[in-house]
């Protein structure tokens, strides 16, 4: 039996409200008037039409204004049902080839061979070739110690190489680690003006490595930018020569830089492309397809078991799309309880998401909270019917966390718990807002917006269960939502509300980033939507950046960075976990289909 729980100091605010911490990142009564300085319009906007940014401006103040109007009761949105109800509750994976003991034996067997050949690596060409297979193919989490030991290798032999493919691939590969490397190194390749040579677009394997390589850029890195830009001009003119694979890795990165893409998906990529390359090693690919069926049968087994126990949904079912983005940010078999955990806790926070926003009238949302701050189970007398069994089983939810993660470990629920009555609180604020009329500069509104996207939220709660290498220290880290998670709120916030904006909102929806910039500085929503791209392009450096400023928490700098890149795969066009028939494809191809072997 698990030792009872008992936070820390700093987790026992019973209310944000009264939380002068708290209250020092963001203040939770409506403020009159724009707390912050204007952003800056885009110079574009000189030269949009006067007549057409009237016209757009006034209908997006009037469905602002409109959206202010709260106090009557709300109704449940319309949601599309689940895509996929009970299906993994009852469905039976076809027989693999081999039986999972066979090929777990066969999977040992090939990793004894593959730690010979990191033995063999004499110098950083090898290495650097072996630990990009190694993780581009996903089995780099087999590896942990040969990859740290191949990485002080790297970062401390002598190297001068005039291929620009190299060059790159170290690059990269060291920033990706939180390892520090000048982007001076590319100043070999170019001329004395600073532009880039002529002769390395001769090299399209080399453009596309320096290409994914650039966007692992930080703030003030000029010479990176540039690289972005020339190598994808240079890229786009060519992609239609390539032959295979490199054409379909040219159009991948062109439509989403590898830094930014959802890991599994890029895997599945390539290891069907990695027995095309040259000198690919067989040993490497049968581990790669080995070990993605045999994660596949663990991924299953936890979708059937969420299937069953969780069915707390009256408004968006999307248990299956919300363990997709769980899975995004860990997929090994040692972090399973991790990945159920913040599965459970995403639902939760989907239904309370809903509830505020769509089904509870103001008086309901205020009662909510006020049980969320108190978490007491006598506090559900003050909820109306339909939230109670909601709340008990938030209640329960985190109760039984505390006794399934290790005796030492139940700290880790008191801080997902205490951010989660923080999100109850932002939720809280918006609703406020909403009821009042009050409108938001842009500015308040992304502050608070991109914290009630949940995303920091979940970056305190992704850590619960992970085990030792993630200590107190980090919690409390992560509890005070530094850049990197704030980012990442920002990054979810920003991609919603472009892909809603071009979907269609509904009247009464509470005003998004896009519909405030433009009220705020009278603009088209072209022009708001081309500012918005780029302060996004600004927080990918503020995560690309964490890699340094948090070497000591990398472990999890990782994985909110993995949880970053998970929101192109559910808002690139249209919010996908709304629409889910948009995931589809990729649900199947990562749980239901097995690689052939």
Not at 56 to 69: F, I, L, Q
Not at 390 to 403: C, H, M, N, Q
Request: with cysteine.
């Amino acid at each position: 039996m698990a030792a009872s729980l008992k936070p820390t100091p700093a987790i026992l605010l019973s209310s944000p409200c009264s939380s002068s911490a708290y209250s020092s990142r963001l203040p939770l009564q409506p403020s009159p008037r724009p707390r912050f300085p204007h952003v800056q319009a885009s110079p574009a906007t000189e030269a949009t039409p006067a007549s057409r940014v009237e016209h757009e401006t006034r209908d997006t103040y009037n469905h602002v204004a409109s959206a202010g109007v709260a106090a009557a009761p709300k109704t449940l949105s319309s949601y599309e049902p689940s895509l996929w109800g009970d299906y993994f509750l009852d469905y039976e994976p076809k027989p693999l080839q081999r039986s999972v003991k066979w090929m777990t034996a066969r999977a040992d067997k090939l990793k004894e061979d593959i730690n010979m050949l990191f033995e063999s690596c004499k110098c950083t060409v090898e290495r650097i070739t072996l630990l990009d297979s190694v993780q581009r193919l996903g089995i780099d989490h087999h590896f942990k110690k040969q990859v740290d030991i191949v990485l002080s290798q790297i970062i401390e032999d002598e190297f001068s190489s005039s291929s620009l493919h190299h060059v790159a691939l170290r690059f990269g590969l060291l920033r990706e680690h939180g390892l520090w490397v000048s982007s001076d190194v590319f100043n070999k390749f170019k001329n004395e003006d600073g532009s880039f040579r002529k002769d390395i677009t001769n090299d399209p394997k080399g453009l596309l490595c320096l290409y994914n390589a650039a966007h692992l850029l930080v703030h003030g890195e000029p010479s990176l930018e540039e690289a972005i830009s020339f190598t994808k001009h240079h890229l786009e003119l060519m992609r239609d020569t390539l032959k295979s694979p490199l054409d379909e890795q040219v159009k991948r990165a062109l439509h989403l830089p590898l830094p930014r893409t959802l890991k599994r998906v890029e895997t599945l990529h390539y290891i069907s492309e990695y027995m095309h390359e040259e000198q690919h090693n067989p040993t490497l690919l049968e581990l790669a397809k080995l070990d993605f069926n045999l994660l596949q049968h663990v991924h299953l087994k936890e979708l059937k078991y969420l299937t069953k126990c969780v069915g707390l949904n009256y408004a968006r079912d999307r248990l299956v799309e919300g363990y997709l983005w769980c899975y995004a940010i860990y997929h090994e078999k040692e972090f399973a309880f991790s990945r159920i955990f913040l599965t459970k806790q995403l639902m939760l926070i989907s239904l309370m998401d809903d509830t505020y926003d769509a089904h509870a009238t103001i008086e309901e949302c205020r009662q909510l909270n006020v049980a969320i701050q108190r978490w007491d189970e006598r506090a559900t007398s003050l909820l109306p019917d339909y939230l109670k069994r909601f709340y008990t089983e938030l209640l329960r939810i985190f109760k039984d966390a505390t006794s399934e993660v290790a005796i030492c470990d139940t700290y880790h629920v008191a801080y997902a718990r205490k951010a989660f009555q923080d999100l109850s609180a932002y939720y809280l604020q918006e609703v406020e807002w909403l009821h009042q009329n009050h409108k938001p500069s842009f500015k308040d509104h992304l502050s608070l917006s991109a914290m009630s996207i949940g995303s920091p939220t979940l970056c305190v709660g992704l850590m619960v269960g992970m085990g030792d290498p993630v200590t107190r220290e980090a919690f409390e880290w992560a509890a005070g939502y530094p850049k990197v998670a704030i980012a990442c709120g920002k990054i979810a916030r920003l991609l919603d509300d472009i892909a809603a904006f071009k979907g269609g909102k509904a009247k009464g929806d509470m005003a998004s980033s896009i519909e405030c910039y433009m009220v705020e500085h009278s603009v088209t929503s072209e022009v708001a939507i081309s500012k918005i791209l780029s302060l996004l392009e600004d927080e990918w450096r503020t995560l690309n950046q964490a890699h340094f400023e948090h070497h000591s928490h990398l472990l999890v700098v990782r994985r909110i960075i993995n949880f970053a890149n998970s929101m192109l795969v559910f808002y690139a066009r249209k919010d996908a976990y709304t629409f889910s028939i948009n995931l589809k494809e990729t649900v199947e191809s990562l749980f239901v289909k097995p690689i052939p072997m």
